[in-house]
C-alpha cells in the first residue's frame, strides 16, 4: 500500500502519476480520487462521437456500451436496424433470426455435451455472450437447464472453478465480485466500479464466503459459483431483472490444504481469519454495501454454520438481509412437511401431536429446519414452546444430542439436546430410531448413503407412511435415493429430497415422482416479495408465511397424487404466490414501505388479486422484447 506521505504528495502533484499514462493512451477519465483509495480510481468511458459508415446512421462512443452488452446485443437475434445503430453492419452474418430459432440452436449445442459440467459451461458462456437467450432457456426448460446451472452440477463446477473461470467468459466479463480481506480499504469503490448493464442500483446480492459450500466443505474462491447460481433461479424463478443482481465472493482464504498449495488456485493462498477479524471484516463489507446501494437485499449463502447463525442474529433486524441456508432450507422443508401432515392424517389417522421427528445432522439448515418446523406446531396445532421442542431429535457425528452426553456442544444445538434420556446415550442412528421410534427422519447431513435399508425398514415398521426426507446435496452426499426408499418401504412412503432423482416404476407400472424439497421453492419467492415491498427487514414471520403460501399452491390433481410440492414447470407462478404472502405479512408487521404496495392495501376492493397483479408486473421476462429495446443514443460529441 503506499504510505500516507506518499499519498498526500500524489494529490499535491509533487509525485509523478503513476496513472498518468493510462490517462493519456486509454479511452478512460478518471472521475475522483480519494485520499483511502487512491490505488482505486472510479472509472467512466467517454463519450466522443465517432462515425460509422452504415448509412445515414452515427454510431457515438457511448453507444459501445450496448454493442458489447450480452444484454443487448443479442448476436444473430439483432435486428438490421439495431446493427446499423450500434455500427454493427457486417459484424456478423446477414441472418436475423427469432428467439426460437436460436433457442434451437442453442438446445441442440446444450444437449450434444456429454458431461454435466460440459453443459455448465456451456450456459455460463451463453449467459456472458447473449442473456437474452441464456433466460429464454432457463425459463422455457426449467427442469432441464435448473440441474446444470446450479445443484447439483454447480458442487462440481465450484470444485473445479478455478481451472474452468478463465474459459467462461469474455476479459472484463464480471461473473460478479471477488473481495478478498485485503480489499477491504477499497470496498466502496469496489462496489461502485461494478459494471451493471442496467441503469441504478442491484436490488439483490448473494454473497459467500465459501467456508461451506453445499456439502463439499471449504472451498475458499471457488464459492462463487454458489451466488452466480443463486441470482440465475431468483432471476428464471421468480422474475427479478438479471441486470439487478450481484453474485459476491468474500475471499479471505481458505483453511483447504490443496487449494492453498495448488498453483492454480485462483483465490487468496493464507488461512481464514479468527473470528474477532472474520467480523469486523463483515461489518465493513456491509457498511459498504448499504452506503452505496442502501435498498439493496443481501442473501448470505454457504458460510459455516457457526459463522451463519452469527452474521444472521448480528443483522437480521438491522439490516435487509437473510440467510438462505437457515431460513429458506427451514421453510421450504416446512412446506413440504406441512403438507405430508396433512396426507399422513388424511390417509392413516396420523395426529398431528402424535409426530416424533429425528434429524440426522445438526448443522445450520438442520437447525433451521427444525426451528421452522416447532414454529408451525405452535402456530397451527396449539403446542407450547416446551411442548413443540419435545418433537425433535438431532443427532449428530457423536449420536443423539443430548445435555449429559459428556462433550462441549455447540452453541446453536444447546435448544434442542435432550434432557430427558435418563443417562442413556444412542449413537447410531438405527439405535436412535429404536428409541424414538420416530414418524419423520429428516437427513442434512451430507453422508451418502446414511440412511441404510435397516434404518428404512426400521422407519417402515414402526409407521404406516413414514415421512422421509432425505435432504443433503448434491446427489453425491445424498443420504438415501428415491429408488432405495421406495423399495426399502415396500412404496409406502412420504418422500422429499435436496436434488432430483429420476422417476420411481412401482410394481403396477405406474410412475411415481419424487418430491424435491429444493430452496429455489422458497427463495425466489421470499427475495421478490421482499423486494416489492421494500421491506426494512427480512422478519421470521415473513418466511414463515413463504413457506405457507408455498405449500397452498398444489393443484387439485398434484394434492390427489399425495405431492407435496408443486411441478417445477409452474415455478413463476408459485413464486409470484409466494412473493404475495411475503408482501401480506410485511404489511402486518408494518416493515412494508413500498408505496404503490401500501396504496393497493389502503384503497384495493380486490386487495389479493390487485397485489398478485401488481407482483407480476414486477416481474422481468425474456419473452418480453421491450425489455432489451436499445436505448435511444443522444446526437452530438
Not at 436475423?96 to 459451461?121: C, N
Not at 430410531?433 to 442434512?444: C, E, F, H, R, W
Not at 425474456?622 to 432489451?628: G, K, L, R, S
Amino acid at each position: 500500500m503506499m504510505p500516507l506521505s506518499s499519498v498526500a504528495a500524489l494529490t499535491r502533484g509533487k509525485v509523478p502519476n503513476p496513472l498518468n499514462t493510462l490517462q493519456l493512451t486509454s479511452k478512460f477519465r478518471f472521475l475522483r480520487y480519494h485520499l483511502y483509495s487512491t490505488a482505486m480510481p472510479v472509472v467512466e468511458q467517454e463519450q466522443s462521437t465517432i462515425i460509422s459508415s452504415n448509412g445515414a446512421t452515427k454510431a457515438l462512443k457511448q453507444s459501445h456500451h450496448f454493442a458489447i452488452s450480452p444484454y443487448y446485443n443479442q448476436g444473430t437475434g439483432l435486428s438490421s436496424e439495431a446493427r446499423a445503430h450500434l455500427g454493427l453492419r457486417g459484424y456478423s452474418p446477414i441472418a436475423v433470426e427469432t428467439l426460437d430459432l436460436q433457442k434451437e440452436r442453442a438446445l441442440k449445442q446444450l444437449r450434444s455435451k456429454s458431461t454435466s459440467l460440459d453443459k455448465y459451461i456451456f450456459m455460463a458462456q451463453l449467459r456472458n455472450s447473449n442473456t437474452r437467450l441464456f433466460y429464454k432457456l432457463v425459463c422455457d426448460e426449467l427442469a432441464e437447464m435448473a440441474p446444470i446451472i446450479y445443484t447439483p452440477t454447480v458442487g462440481e463446477a465450484c470444485v473445479e472453478y478455478s481451472n474452468i473461470y478463465p474459459f467462461l467468459g469474455a476479459p472484463g466479463t464480471p461473473d460478479g465480485l471477488y473481495i478478498t480481506i485485503n480489499d477491504l480499504p477499497y470496498i466502496k469503490d469496489i462496489v461502485r466500479n461494478y459494471r451493471q448493464n442496467a441503469e441504478g442500483a442491484p436490488d439483490i446480492t448473494v454473497i459467500t464466503d465459501g467456508s461451506r459450500i453445499l456439502g463439499l466443505g471449504d472451498l475458499g474462491m471457488n464459492g462463487i459459483g454458489i451466488p452466480i447460481g443463486k441470482l440465475q433461479l431468483y432471476t428464471g424463478g421468480a422474475g427479478i431483472d438479471p441486470r439487478k443482481t450481484l453474485p459476491i465472493v468474500l475471499d479471505f482464504g481458505t483453511n483447504t490444504e490443496r487449494y492453498l498449495n495448488d498453483p492454480l488456485y485462483l483465490g487468496l493462498k493464507q488461512k481464514r481469519p479468527a473470528d474477532p477479524e472474520f467480523y469486523e471484516a463483515m461489518d465493513k463489507v456491509m457498511e459498504a454495501l448499504y452506503d452505496v446501494y442502501p435498498e439493496i437485499l443481501v442473501q448470505f449463502e454457504d458460510f459455516s454454520s457457526e459463522h451463519a447463525f452469527g452474521l444472521l442474529e448480528k443483522y437480521q433486524n438491522q439490516k435487509f438481509c437473510f440467510n438462505d441456508d437457515i431460513q429458506g432450507t427451514g421453510s421450504v422443508i416446512l412446506s413440504g412437511f406441512m403438507n405430508a401432515v396433512r396426507v399422513a392424517k388424511e390417509k392413516t389417522g396420523l395426529d398431528p401431536k402424535d409426530h416424533r421427528i429425528v434429524f440426522f445432522g445438526a448443522g445450520s439448515s438442520a437447525i433451521g429446519v427444525a426451528k421452522n418446523i416447532l414454529t408451525y406446531f405452535m402456530n397451527e396445532h396449539g403446542f407450547t414452546e416446551e411442548e413443540a421442542k419435545r418433537v425433535f431429535y438431532l443427532v449428530d457425528s457423536k449420536g443423539l444430542i443430548t445435555q449429559d452426553r459428556g462433550d462441549k456442544l455447540a452453541q446453536h444445538k444447546v435448544y434442542f439436546a435432550r434432557s430427558d434420556n435418563e443417562g442413556a446415550q444412542f449413537r447410531s442412528l438405527c439405535d436412535v430410531i429404536d428409541y424414538v421410534k420416530p414418524t419423520a427422519l429428516i437427513g442434512l447431513s451430507a453422508q451418502h448413503q446414511a440412511f441404510t435399508k435397516e434404518a428404512v425398514e426400521k422407519m417402515a415398521a414402526n409407521n404406516k407412511l413414514p415421512i422421509l426426507f432425505p435432504l443433503s446435496n448434491p446427489m453425491t452426499n445424498a443420504e438415501c435415493t428415491f429408488d432405495q426408499a421406495m423399495e426399502y418401504t415396500n412404496e409406502n412412503v412420504l418422500f422429499a429430497s435436496g436434488t432430483a432423482f429420476p422417476p420411481y416404476k412401482t410394481k403396477s407400472g405406474e410412475l411415481k415422482y419424487a418430491g424435491q424439497g429444493n430452496n429455489m421453492y422458497i427463495f425466489p419467492g421470499l427475495g421478490l416479495g421482499a423486494i416489492v415491498a421494500k421491506a426494512r427487514h427480512v422478519s421470521d414471520k415473513m418466511v414463515y408465511e413463504a413457506a405457507k403460501g408455498l405449500s397452498s399452491t398444489l393443484l387439485p390433481e398434484e394434492i390427489a397424487q399425495s405431492d407435496l410440492y408443486p411441478s417445477l414447470a409452474r415455478i413463476r407462478s408459485v413464486s409470484a404466490q409466494v412473493a404475495v404472502s411475503v408482501c401480506k405479512q410485511a404489511l402486518r408487521e408494518n416493515l412494508a414501505r413500498d408505496p404503490v404496495l401500501l396504496n393497493l392495501a389502503n384503497s384495493s376492493t380486490n386487495f389479493d388479486q390487485a397485489l398478485l397483479d401488481y407482483v407480476t408486473s414486477r416481474m422481468w421476462d425474456p419473452n418480453q422484447a421491450d425489455y432489451f429495446t436499445v436505448p435511444a443514443i443522444k446526437n452530438g460529441a
